[in-house]
């Protein structure tokens, strides 16, 4: 497996608070990707790079920004925490072959928005 | 209209039973696309990709129709170790030229002793 990890992997914060996470691979892979995952919606792609600083958003980007300042690492910020963020998280990985469609993902990382 | 659509389920078959899921997607310029497989409270892992000519990858066969905008995967002699969701994925050009993969919310799977 592609050594992909997300931090923190569990968090719960209060509504208004600045939250961020952080996915590290090891794998050189060009591209990488935030996704959430809901009940009924399955996995909602957040933003996601195509090299160090180089972004674009998703289909549910509000509220979320991103930074990638080096190949290994992805952050995510909720500037401002809601309830509606409360969400499993998952970042992704993958080469830069036009011709794979395998994401590596991590373990997830569960935000509690009390 | 969702960009990628499954019927949720759950599926409930007997061990041993043929089951086949279907998934239809809206955008005809989607290039590629795969099947991945998401175990409770685990990350998703790809299953297999799906080529146009469709293919095989021991029990699981996987076919696209580009006219009709589906694919499906077909699971053939269910084993209870395949209970899990089926994700859905396609691959269209984003706006970099990246090939964003949306995937369908997935398709549940109970596989019955």
């Known amino acids: 497996d592609a050594g992909i990890t997300q931090s923190p992997r569990h968090k719960v914060t209060e509504t208004g608070t600045p939250v961020t996470l952080r996915c590290h691979q090891t794998?050189?892979?060009?591209?990488m990707y935030w996704y959430r995952q809901d009940p009924g919606h399955g996995l909602r792609l957040i933003h996601y790079?195509?090299?160090?600083?180089?972004?674009d958003k998703g289909e549910v980007s509000d509220g979320y920004s991103v930074s990638r300042s080096k190949t290994e690492d992805f952050l995510l910020t909720l500037e401002s925490a809601t309830s509606s963020q409360t969400s499993v998280y998952f970042c992704?990985?993958?080469?830069?072959?036009?011709?794979?469609?395998?994401?590596?993902f991590g373990e997830g990382s569960r935000l509690t928005v009390l | 209209r969702k960009e990628v659509e499954q019927d949720p389920g759950p599926f409930n078959v007997p061990e041993g039973a043929t089951v086949a899921f279907n998934c239809t997607y809206s955008?005809?310029?989607?290039?590629?696309f795969f099947w991945y497989r998401q175990d409770c409270r685990k990350e998703p892992k790809l299953l297999m990709s799906?080529?146009?000519s469709g293919n095989e990858d021991g029990r699981f066969t996987a076919q696209l129709n580009r006219a009709s905008q589906y694919i499906s995967l077909l699971i053939r002699d269910s084993k209870l170790s395949d209970s899990a969701t089926y994700l859905c994925?396609?691959?269209?050009?984003?706006?970099?030229?990246?090939?964003?993969?949306?995937f369908g919310q997935g398709t549940t799977l109970q596989v019955k002793p």
């Open positions: 794998e050189n892979h060009r591209y």
């Open positions: 790079s195509y090299g160090v600083k180089d972004t």
């Open positions: 994925v396609v691959r269209s050009r984003g706006s970099s030229n990246t090939g964003k993969l949306i």
């Open positions: 955008n005809s310029a989607s290039q590629s």
């Open positions: 799906v080529y146009s």
């Open positions: 992704a990985s993958r080469t830069s072959d036009k011709n794979t469609g395998e994401l590596f």
